[in-house]
C-alpha cells in the first residue's frame, strides 16, 4: 500500500480516535457523578450528612483554632476550606467523588473492555450492599483508608500511568496526613509489595514512597511548630497504653513499680477505667486526673516501655486476640447516634444557623437513623462472600505463578487480591491493636473485599466463556 495512502488513512483515523477519547472521557465523568450520588444514599435519605462523635473535633479545630491532642489538622481543613465553613455537604461529596473516580479507575486497569455502564451496575451494588456508601456519607476521615489501598493498588498494577499515577499519589498522600493509622497501613502495603521484584514485576517505588514520606513529613512539621514535637505521631503511646490498661500488662506494671517510679497515673493505679475508651475519653478519667494527654506524654512512654519489656507475651497474646475480633468485627453505619455532648454542640456553636437546623431535623439527630437489620444481614453476608472470592484466587494465583501457568489479566487480578487482604489483615493489625476492636474500624475497608470478589466472579465467568467446548463422535 502507497505510503501516501497510509498517511491519508491515519489522517481521517485520528480525529475518529481523539472523538472516542472525548466521549470516553465524558462518560466516566457522568459515571463519577452519578456514582457519587448513589453512594450519598445514606446522607440524602437522612436529610444531612452522617456525623461522628468525632466530627465535632474535625469542625472545631480549623473554626475555633485549637489543635487537639489526638488528631491531626488536615481533615479539619478539608472539611472547612471545602464547605466555606458553611455546610458539611461539600466534603462528603468529594469523598463519593474520589471513592467513584478509583473504583472506576481499579476496573478499568483489570477489565480495559468494560464499559462506564459496567462500572455504574459495579458502583450500585456496591452503594447498595457494602458499607461503602455509610463511610462515604460520614464526616469523617474513614474513607480515605480504604481510597489509600485502592490507589497503592493501581500504582502497583500499572506502574508506567502517569496522569492517572498523579491522583493516585494525591489521594496516598491525602490519606496518609488525615488519619494516623494509615500511615502504618501504607508502609505495611509497601513492604509485603517488595517480593513483586523477585517476580519481575516493575514497581515505580519512587512514586509509591513519595507521598508517604511527603505526608509523613507534613504531620512532622506541624507537630514541631504546633507541639515542638518532631513526631508524625507524639501521643501515639497514650492509645497503646490504653490499650495495655484494658488487657491487663500496664495494670501489672503499675502494681509493680509504683509509687517508686514517680508516675503521676501511679496515684490511681486502683482506679483504672475497665476500657481503653473509658481511659480516652471520659471527662473523669485517671489520664485527664493526672494532668492530661499532653503533660503526661513523657511519663506514657515510659509505662508503655515498661510493659513491653516486661510483659512481652502478655502483650502479644493479647495483640493477637484483638487483631482476630477485628478482622471478623464489622457493622454498616456504625455510631448513628445524635451525639448530644459533642458533634451536636459543635454544629451549633460554629456551624451558621441554617446548617444547625438543618441537622436537628435530619434522622440521625432524632435518633431514627438505623441500618435496617435486612441490609446489614445482606451487606455480612455479601462482605463474607467477598473475602472468600477473593482469598481462594489469591491463593490460585499463587499456585498458577509458581507453575507459570497464568495469563496477565488474572495475574493482576490477583494481586489485587493480596493487596486487598493485605490492607484488610493491616487495617485490623493497628486498628485493633492500638484503639481496640470497633465494628467502624473495619467497615471503613470490608467493602473492598466485595469488589474484588465481584471482579474475581466476572474473571471466573470470562474464562468459563471462552473455554472451548468438548465434541463427541
Known amino acids: 500500500m502507497p505510503s501516501s495512502i497510509i498517511r491519508a488513512m491515519a489522517a481521517i483515523s485520528a480525529p475518529d480516535a481523539q472523538g472516542r477519547t472525548r466521549t470516553a472521557r465524558r462518560a466516566d465523568l457522568l459515571l463519577c457523578g452519578g456514582g457519587a450520588l448513589m453512594l450519598l444514599w445514606p446522607a440524602l435519605e437522612n436529610g444531612y450528612p452522617l456525623i461522628f462523635s468525632d466530627t465535632g473535633t474535625y469542625i472545631s479545630q480549623v473554626l475555633e483554632l485549637h489543635l487537639g491532642w489526638d488528631r491531626p489538622p488536615f481533615y479539619s481543613l478539608l472539611v472547612i476550606v471545602a464547605g466555606l465553613g458553611r455546610s458539611l455537604w461539600p466534603v462528603i461529596i468529594v469523598q463519593a467523588l474520589a471513592a467513584a473516580w478509583l473504583v472506576r479507575a481499579i476496573h478499568r486497569q483489570l477489565a480495559p473492555a468494560a464499559g462506564a455502564l459496567e462500572t455504574g451496575v459495579l458502583l450500585a451494588g456496591l452503594a447498595a450492599g457494602t458499607s461503602l456508601s455509610w463511610t462515604a456519607s460520614q464526616v469523617m476521615p474513614d474513607i480515605f483508608t480504604p481510597l489509600m489501598v485502592l490507589a497503592f493498588a493501581g500504582l502497583v498494577l500499572d506502574p508506567a500511568a502517569k496522569t492517572a499515577g498523579a491522583g493516585h499519589a494525591l489521594a496516598i498522600g491525602a490519606a496518609i496526613v488525615v488519619h ?13 509489595v517488595l ?25 512532622t512539621a506541624v507537630n514541631t511548630l504546633a507541639r515542638g514535637s518532631p513526631s508524625p505521631s507524639p501521643y501515639g503511646a497514650t492509645f497503646l497504653l490504653a490499650r495495655l490498661i484494658e488487657n491487663g500488662p500496664a495494670r501489672a506494671t503499675l502494681a509493680a513499680d509504683c509509687p517508686r517510679a514517680g508516675w503521676a497515673l501511679c ?43 516486661s510483659h512481652p507475651r502478655a502483650v502479644l497474646r493479647a495483640a493477637g486476640r484483638d487483631f482476630a475480633l477485628q478482622l471478623v468485627t464489622f457493622a454498616p453505619g456504625s455510631g448513628l447516634r445524635p451525639w448530644y455532648a459533642t458533634a ?4 451549633r456553636r460554629d456551624l451558621p444557623r441554617p446548617a444547625y437546623e438543618s441537622y436537628v431535623a435530619s434522622r440521625q439527630a432524632r435518633g431514627r437513623m438505623v441500618v435496617p437489620p435486612f441490609l446489614a444481614a445482606l451487606m455480612r453476608l455479601l462482605a463474607a462472600g467477598g473475602m472468600a472470592a477473593t482469598a481462594l484466587f489469591a491463593l490460585f494465583t499463587l499456585f498458577a505463578v509458581s507453575r507459570r501457568d497464568i495469563g496477565e489479566a488474572a ?48 474473571q471466573v465467568q470470562a474464562g468459563c466463556r471462552s473455554r472451548p467446548t468438548s465434541s463427541t463422535k
Open 267 to 309: 496515684a490511681y493505679r486502683d482506679d483504672m477505667p475497665r476500657t481503653a475508651d473509658a481511659f480516652l475519653w471520659r471527662a473523669d478519667s485517671p489520664l485527664y486526673r493526672a494532668g492530661g494527654p499532653r503533660r503526661l506524654v513523657a511519663q506514657t512512654d515510659a509505662i508503655v516501655d515498661r510493659t513491653l519489656a
Open 180 to 192: 494516623l493509622s494509615n500511615m502504618p497501613i501504607y508502609a505495611g502495603l509497601c513492604l509485603a
Open 411 to 458: 495475574r493482576s487480578l490477583g494481586l489485587l487480591c493480596w493487596i486487598v487482604l493485605l490492607a484488610l489483615a493491616g487495617n485490623a493489625a493497628v486498628t485493633g491493636a492500638l484503639s481496640g476492636p470497633h465494628a467502624r474500624y473495619q467497615s471503613r475497608v470490608v467493602w473492598l473485599a466485595v469488589l474484588s470478589g465481584w471482579l474475581v466472579l466476572r
Open 344 to 347: 451536636w454542640q459543635t454544629i
Open 195 to 219: 517480593p513483586l521484584r523477585c517476580l519481575r514485576h516493575r514497581v515505580r517505588w519512587r512514586v509509591l514512597l513519595l507521598p508517604f514520606l511527603l505526608g509523613v513529613a507534613c504531620l
